[in-house]
């Protein structure tokens, strides 16, 4: 997949399967703008860079309205447009809903879904004025079929789906495509806290036997970032190893 030029801002960046998106798409020919919250965009900038590409990190919280305009004002001044984005950055606080505190709902809806509104938002304008854009959110299994102990990230995660859906449509006249990824259980910092039961008992549920890889993800993500899917809005691709065909 040949992504030669894009400019790509990336949310989340940091580490997992933002790092890897960031890291395959830069392979692919993309500026990359990589974003986080904390100094790890450094670290993902600095080794696109020593690969031989081309990188820039900006550090800001996109749960903040203030902190996207300012990544798509600092984006637009070095390069001059944006032609993708991938909305990736997001939290879990799990807890049984009765459990369940106003901030822990909160502060996962504010990272996991309003951040998407305010980064889509955002790149909407010039994304309209070039007539081309590709806008990629990573959702989740959970918000297709739920999960005990995270009705606050299912809840964002299901959003997020019915937010891209509505996008596509209203952005489709102008170029714009709009999708979503819902990866199933990718071996991340995450799923290695597991005990090994726990993991047994995913791999049980898993047609293909194995925990996905967040390059897994990446690969999806840049064919959708891709010319090759032109024709493709409004949909919501699985990488989850069969997990939902259940």
Not at 219 to 224: E, N, Y
């Amino acid at each position: 997949m040949n992504l030669t030029d894009r400019v790509a801002i990336v949310t989340g960046s940091g580490r997992g399967i933002g790092r890897a998106i960031a890291l395959k798409m830069a392979k692919a020919g993309a500026i990359v703008v990589v974003n986080d919250i904390s100094n790890a965009a450094e670290d993902t900038a600095a080794e696109i860079q020593a690969a031989g590409g081309q990188s820039r990190a900006i550090i800001a919280d996109i749960s903040s309205a203030d902190d996207v305009n300012r990544i798509i004002k600092e984006t637009l001044d070095a390069f001059g447009r944006i032609d993708i984005l991938v909305n990736n950055a997001g939290i879990n606080r799990d807890q049984l809903l009765l459990r369940m505190s106003e901030e822990e709902w909160d502060s996962v809806l504010n990272i996991n879904l309003k951040s998407v509104f305010l980064c889509s938002r955002a790149v909407a304008r010039p994304m309209m004025k070039q007539r081309r854009g590709r806008i990629i959110s990573i959702s989740s299994i959970v918000g297709l079929i739920g999960n005990p102990g995270q009705v606050n990230y299912a809840a964002a995660k299901a959003g997020i789906i019915g937010f891209t859906k509505s996008i596509a449509r209203e952005m489709a006249s102008r170029g714009i495509t709009a999708n979503a990824i819902a990866p199933g259980f990718i071996d991340t910092e995450m799923t290695q806290k597991l005990s090994e039961e726990q993991q047994r008992e995913l791999m049980a549920n898993i047609p293909l036997g194995c925990l996905g890889s967040p390059e897994d993800v990446a690969s999806a993500v840049c064919f959708l970032a891709s010319e090759d899917a032109g024709y493709i809005t409004g949909q919501v691709l699985t990488v989850d190893g069969g997990m939902t065909m259940a």
